[in-house]
């Protein structure tokens, strides 16, 4: 079973830009889709990004599309989710999560079967 550890939140102003990575640990990460969602203070968890096992595969929700990018490392078992011109609204806990038994499992969260204990980043204005 794979484990999934999340770091890179922290306190941005707006407009500046972080890197969020999620690094695996008990399997290899190659055999997973993994995906990056996030929840704000009261609200439901929301997915922000996927990647295919392979990388070659990306989709974005609309809020962040232009300027987040989801990208992989296999080599270091690692995930990333590059976050530039980030705004008060992109606050919240982010997740990694991992699917080990499709290609590419996009927004469709039942899917991921593991999931990280979550990084917080909070965007002042």
């Known amino acids: 079973q794979v484990q999934l550890i999340e770091s890179g939140g922290g306190l941005v102003q707006a407009g500046g830009s972080l890197r969020l990575s999620c690094t695996a640990s008990?399997?290899?990460?190659?055999?997973?889709?993994m995906g990056w969602f996030r929840q704000a203070p009261g609200k439901e968890r929301k997915f922000v990004a996927g990647i295919s096992m392979d990388g070659r595969t990306t989709g974005y929700a609309d809020s962040v599309k232009g300027r987040f990018t989801i990208f992989r490392d296999n080599v270091k078992n690692t995930l990333y989710l590059q976050m530039n011109m980030l705004k008060p609204e992109d606050t919240a806990v982010y997740y990694c999560?991992?699917?080990?038994?499709?290609?590419?499992?996009?927004?469709?969260?039942?899917?991921?079967?593991?999931w990280g204990q979550g990084t917080q980043l909070t965007v002042s204005s």
């Open positions: 999560a991992a699917d080990p038994t499709t290609y590419y499992s996009g927004s469709f969260d039942a899917k991921y079967e593991h």
């Open positions: 008990g399997r290899t990460l190659s055999s997973y889709a």
